[in-house]
């Protein structure tokens, strides 16, 4: 199974400050099709997850350009250029390449 | 508006079977993947299980294969997990999940989630 690392396990940030979250994977998640099988989630407190970037770097419908996701190969970075009220919670990455599906083991955000 | 409810969650005592639906609703459902992922109390995202969308290819956690079974009523529009031999690790919330590549036969991220529902394995 591909072993998907998150770090750091929990953030406290200043509004408005940035913010970042790696995503290390234990194989390549790139396709032989071109595209990166990486995709990232924020699960804000009693709610479900939802999708905030996919195949890496794409941002999915929605989703504020605070952030942003980068990275190839085995290593990830989600970036929140300024973190605000409502990106408290727990992100998650998530790879697809491989079956089975592996999520990272979440990323713990508050505000400072 | 896109939008997944799932229902059948509750209290069964361990060896029990229960049967979970997610009733999907705002897209062509026939043709996308769906699957199902759970959240144990307190604990973060495993995935469970999906069912790719034209092709209806299925796919199991090793923790649960040979005891869960995943199936879709396209004229339904509505997903299933059938699940026997429950044990108490099957404890979670299980959210129902829209694969959002339109893959033919796989599964690649979830663009769409349900709320959830909770199912307790407990005597």
């Known amino acids: 199974d591909i072993v998907v690392t998150q770090t750091p396990l929990s953030l406290s940030v200043t509004r408005g400050q940035p913010a970042s979250i790696s995503c290390m994977s234990s194989?390549?998640?790139?396709?032989?099709?071109?595209?990166?099988?990486l995709s990232w989630y924020l699960q804000r407190p009693g709610q479900p997850p939802h999708l905030l970037i996919y195949?890496?770097?794409n941002r999915f419908s929605g989703v504020p350009d605070r952030f942003s996701g980068s990275g190839s190969g085995t290593d990830f970075t989600l970036n929140i250029s300024r973190v605000e009220a409502e990106d408290v919670g727990v992100y998650y990455c998530?790879?697809?390449?491989?079956?089975?599906?592996?999520f990272g083991g979440g990323t713990k955000v508050e505000i400072k | 508006e896109v939008q997944l409810v799932e229902s059948g969650g509750g209290l069964v005592q361990p060896g029990g079977s229960l049967k979970l639906s997610c009733a999907a609703s705002?897209?062509?459902?026939?043709?996308?993947?769906m699957g199902w992922v759970r959240q144990a109390p307190g604990e973060g995202l495993e995935w469970v299980s999906a069912?790719?969308?034209?092709?209806?290819?299925?796919f199991y956690a090793d923790s649960v294969k040979g005891r869960f079974t995943i199936s879709r009523d396209n004229s339904k529009n509505t997903l299933y997990l059938q699940m026997n031999s429950l044990r108490g690790e099957d404890t979670a919330v299980y959210y129902c999940?829209?694969?959002?590549?339109?893959?033919?036969?796989?599964?690649?991220?979830?663009?769409?989630w349900g709320k959830g529902t909770t199912v307790t394995v407990s005597s």
């Open positions: 195949e890496a770097s």
């Open positions: 194989q390549s998640l790139r396709h032989s099709d071109g595209k990166t099988y």
């Open positions: 705002g897209f062509t459902f026939s043709r996308f993947g």
């Open positions: 998530l790879q697809s390449i491989q079956l089975p599906l592996t």
């Open positions: 999940a829209k694969d959002g590549s339109g893959s033919y036969s796989y599964f690649y991220y979830m663009d769409v």
């Open positions: 069912m790719s969308g034209m092709d209806t290819k299925t």
